[in-house]
């Protein structure tokens, strides 16, 4: 929970209580869900706001508009991963569900790690004002998503 994260959209998608988006693109600005100067993830999890109480905390799509769509850092190691893609959405997902045995015997219990997927908007076949994920017959697609490390 002590890692940075940055994530510049201005809006995120939010889920009902079946974890199904509702086609609300909301603004982030002024909500826990404002990533878009660098915070501590475990900053504003618990806050008292309805998406984070569905969700158990962070596991939500944000628009992606820009390259890096996402920064994450650990301030003690000074390792960053940036995220670029040309997908138009990412989900964070802050390991809120989290409670198994791992490789070696190593217990991994609510939020001990984090994900961040690119994608489309989870659900856009329902929402057809999002980007739309279908590659018709006889079509390619192709997309690209490249984490990028330093320390």
Known sequence: ??????????????????NIPTGELRPVAGTPMD???????????????????LQGGYDHNWEVFCDPCAVLSDPVSGRTMAVST????????AGNFLNEMGKGGVYYGKRSGVALETQFYPDALHHPEWPQPVTKAGETYHSETVYRFTW
């Open 1 to 18: 929970m002590n890692q940075v994260l940055t994530i510049p959209g201005r809006f995120f998608t939010p889920d009902d209580a079946e």
């Open 35 to 53: 990533f878009r100067s660098p915070k501590p993830i475990g900053q504003d999890i618990e806050a008292d706001y309805e998406p984070l109480h």
């Open 86 to 93: 040309d997908c138009p959405g990412i989900q964070f997902y």
